[in-house]
T-cell receptor, first 114, second 117 residues
Framework: AQSVTQPDIHITVSEGASLELRCNYS??????LFWYVQSPGQGLQLLLKYFSGDTLVQGIKGFEAEFKRSQSSFNLRKPSVHWSDAAEYFC????????????FGKGTHLIIQP | DTGVSQDPRHKITKRGQNVTFRCDPISEHNRLYWYRQTLGQGPEFLTY????????KSRLLSDRFSAERPKGSFSTLEIQRTEQGDSAMYLCASMTSGGPRVYNEQFFGPGTRLTVL
């Protein structure tokens, strides 16, 4: 069975500093990987996704993520965070075709310090 | 706005009552998913539809839960004889299916927050 681990429950970063959120997955084949962001009262919004090809993927809002098969990781990064980035971030894995839905990690709560 | 909508946004009910939630997906999307999200957790898959056919159900979906998508458009999720453990955010998502080797983006609604007293 596929699973996703986000080891950091909370992360605090100063505004303007760089950010890295960790995600490790367990999946037998080549996974379909996603990062979503959830703000209070809002639905989940897709930041970026990886299916195949270039292992460094660019997303919206200045985010990027790197797929590392050898480490089973798909870490999310941003070079300079803004106060509006404070939110809950979820890593998710899915199998081709979309059956069984997405398997999400427990999330990382990002706090931005002024 | 033509995104995914859910109704109601909040529902408070007493233990033992039945509740029904509605999801209106993006109109051209043939796939519709239901997830449940409890406090401090990520969303957990419950079930999904391709058009009007319910193709997969998670073991989380007990006999008290039933979902329908009668005309392949909107969907309803009903919980019978609610229990306090059913308190959660219920999320709906939709997408277009793209074949066995494709995983298109799922678009999520804002969710229905259920509180069972």
């Amino acid at each position: 069975a596929q699973s996703v681990t986000q080891p950091d429950i909370h992360i605090t970063v100063s505004e303007g500093a760089s950010l890295e959120l960790r995600c490790n997955y367990s999946y037998g084949a080549t996974p379909y990987l996603f990062w979503y962001v959830q703000s209070p009262g809002q639905g989940l919004q897709l930041l970026l996704k990886y299916f195949s090809g270039d292992t460094l993927v660019q997303g919206i809002k200045g985010f990027e993520a790197e797929f590392k098969r050898s480490q089973s990781s798909f870490n999310l990064r941003k070079p300079s965070v803004h106060w509006s980035d404070a939110a809950e971030y979820f890593c998710a894995v899915g199998e081709g075709g979309g059956a069984d839905g997405l398997t999400f990690g427990k999330g990382t709560h990002l706090i931005i310090q002024p | 706005d033509t995104g995914v909508s859910q109704d109601p946004r909040h529902k408070i009910t007493k233990r033992g009552q039945n509740v029904t939630f509605r999801c209106d997906p993006i109109s051209e999307h043939n796939r519709l998913y239901w997830y449940r999200q409890t406090l401090g957790q990520g969303p957990e898959f419950l079930t999904y539809f391709q058009n009007e056919a319910q193709l997969e159900k998670s073991r989380l979906l007990s006999d008290r839960f039933s979902a329908e998508r009668p005309k392949g458009s909107f969907s309803t999720l009903e919980i019978q004889r609610t229990e306090q453990g059913d308190s959660a955010m219920y999320l709906c998502a939709s997408m277009t299916s793209g074949g066995p080797r494709v995983y298109n983006e799922q678009f999520f609604g804002p969710g229905t927050r259920l509180t069972v007293l």
